[in-house]
């Protein structure tokens, strides 16, 4: 038996219209599974490979995660689910997340949007016995100064992993997280475009590289998979060391 193989599964990757969504889309797709991603974008033609989007392959919907309504009244093209994966993330600089209305935005998309796009699928998530994977980051884990919207959501969604993990094993539901650590994706290109900055970052990375959007997918594939059979409520960091 081939653990890995997702053939005749169906995927949602809500954020999967680009970094490492899209990585962990792919990669879903390469093992069989049909796979359906979500972005901002109206349309698939809207995203390029230079951004890091590479579409080819996968269903396409806008869903903007920031509004609850359109969460609630997304229609999907797929009515069986086996796998969910929320990568939708919004991070804002230069201090905006110090204003009440960028710090609101950015907990809306981080983890208001984590919780809407879980119940919404939780019946056909249930129906299949499927799995649910929240990506979450590093940053849950130690303070990030000029981002507390940033550091409070994703603090939110490793706690909100583990109790929906526990108060959904009874649906056979498995619930996991994935934490990553610096990836280069353009929410990061202002350290990763930044060859000072770059520098520095690299430094705190014992592995001595970024990760990439194919590192996460490893992980998200273990985690959706047999192989992970009785691991639930876990955030498995994948940073290459950086918060050692
Ligand atoms: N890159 C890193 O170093 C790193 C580290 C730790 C954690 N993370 C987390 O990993 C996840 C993916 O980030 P990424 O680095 O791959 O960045 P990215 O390429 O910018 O991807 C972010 C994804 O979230 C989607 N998104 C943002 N706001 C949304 C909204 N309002 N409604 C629906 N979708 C929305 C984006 O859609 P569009 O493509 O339409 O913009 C995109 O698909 C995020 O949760 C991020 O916080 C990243």
């Given at each position: 038996?081939?653990?890995?193989?997702?053939?005749?599964?169906?995927?949602?990757?809500?954020?999967?219209?680009?970094?490492?969504?899209?990585?962990?889309?792919?990669?879903?797709?390469?093992?069989?599974?049909?796979?359906?991603?979500?972005?901002?974008?109206?349309?698939?033609?809207?995203y390029s490979a230079e951004e890091?989007s590479?579409?080819?392959?996968?269903?396409?919907?806008?869903?903007?995660?920031?509004?609850?309504?359109?969460?609630?009244?997304?229609?999907?093209?797929?009515?069986?689910?086996?796998?969910?994966?929320?990568?939708?993330?919004?991070?804002?600089?230069?201090?905006?997340?110090?204003?009440?209305?960028?710090?609101?935005?950015?907990?809306?998309?981080?983890?208001?949007?984590?919780?809407?796009?879980?119940?919404?699928?939780?019946?056909?998530?249930?129906?299949?016995?499927?799995?649910?994977?929240?990506?979450?980051?590093?940053?849950?884990?130690?303070?990030?100064?000029?981002?507390?919207?940033?550091?409070?959501?994703?603090?939110?969604?490793?706690?909100?992993?583990?109790?929906?993990?526990?108060?959904?094993?009874?649906?056979?539901?498995?619930?996991?997280?994935?934490?990553?650590?610096?990836?280069?994706?353009?929410?990061?290109?202002?350290?990763?475009?930044?060859?000072?900055?770059?520098?520095?970052?690299?430094?705190?990375?014992?592995?001595?590289?970024?990760?990439?959007?194919?590192?996460?997918?490893?992980?998200?594939?273990?985690?959706?998979?047999?192989?992970?059979?009785?691991?639930?409520?876990?955030?498995?960091?994948?940073?290459?060391?950086?918060?050692?």
């Amino acid at each position: 038996m081939n653990e890995l193989d997702f053939s005749g599964k169906q995927v949602l990757v809500v954020g999967g219209s680009s970094g490492i969504g899209n990585g962990i889309a792919q990669a879903f797709r390469t093992k069989g599974a049909r796979v359906h991603v979500c972005g901002t974008r109206a349309k698939a033609s809207d995203y390029s490979a230079e951004e890091g989007s590479h579409l080819e392959g996968l269903e396409y919907s806008q869903l903007d995660v920031s509004d609850a309504h359109a969460i609630e009244q997304f229609k999907p093209s797929f009515d069986r689910l086996d796998v969910l994966v929320l990568t939708q993330g919004a991070v804002i600089y230069r201090r905006g997340e110090f204003e009440m209305e960028g710090f609101r935005k950015v907990v809306e998309v981080n983890l208001m949007s984590l919780m809407a796009c879980a119940i919404k699928f939780q019946a056909m998530l249930s129906a299949s016995k499927g799995s649910l994977i929240i990506v979450s980051s590093t940053a849950a884990y130690h303070s990030t100064m000029g981002n507390p919207a940033y550091n409070a959501s994703k603090t939110g969604a490793v706690g909100l992993t583990r109790t929906l993990a526990e108060a959904w094993a009874e649906d056979g539901i498995r619930v996991n997280g994935i934490a990553p650590g610096l990836v280069d994706t353009k929410m990061t290109k202002v350290t990763t475009a930044n060859p000072k900055r770059l520098e520095g970052a690299l430094e705190r990375i014992p592995l001595r590289r970024l990760g990439t959007p194919q590192d996460m997918a490893g992980a998200a594939l273990f985690l959706a998979s047999p192989l992970a059979a009785y691991i639930i409520g876990q955030t498995i960091v994948v940073d290459g060391g950086l918060i050692l």
